[in-house]
C-alpha cells in the first residue's frame, strides 16, 4: 500500500490560527521600512523577528507556493506576512527580498 501524502494544512486556516493567538495584522514593507497594518510605526527589519514560518507547496502548480511569516516587533507588535516565493516571489516590491532576509529569526514551537 502507498504512503499518501499527508494533507497539508491550507494557508486560510494558518492566517485564522495566526488571529486567534493575536498575530493578526498583516506587515506591509515599505523603503521606508516594516509597519503593522492600521499602524505608523516603521520598523527596520533588526526591530522585527520571524517567530514562525510554515511554507506551503502545490503539488501540481509551483504558482501555489508560499510562506507566511508570524512576525513580532521589538516592542511586542505581532502580526503576519505572507508571500510567493520561488519564481513568483513579491516581484511588485523591490525591497521585499532584502528587507525579509535582513530579519532574524527566532522560531517559536507553541505558535
Do not use: C, H, W
Not at 527596520?44 to 514560518?53: A, D, F, R, S, V
Not at 505572507?82 to 521585499?96: E, H, I, K, L, M
Amino acid at each position: 500500500m502507498m504512503n499518501m501524502p499527508k494533507p497539508m494544512t491550507p494557508l486560510s486556516r494558518v492566517i485564522e490560527r495566526l488571529e486567534e493567538k493575536g498575530y493578526g495584522r498583516e506587515l506591509l514593507i515599505t523603503e521606508e521600512g516594516a509597519r503593522f497594518e492600521d499602524g505608523k510605526q516603521l520598523f527596520p527589519p533588526n526591530q522585527l523577528t520571524i517567530i514562525k514560518i510554515y511554507r506551503f507547496e502545490g503539488e501540481s502548480d509551483p504558482a501555489d507556493m508560499s510562506v507566511a511569516y508570524a512576525i513580532r516587533s521589538s516592542d511586542g507588535q505581532q502580526g503576519f506576512l505572507v508571500n510567493a516565493y520561488g519564481t513568483y516571489s513579491n516581484q511588485d516590491n523591490p525591497y521585499y527580498d532584502d528587507f525579509i532576509r535582513s530579519v532574524p529569526v527566532d522560531e517559536q514551537e507553541d505558535l
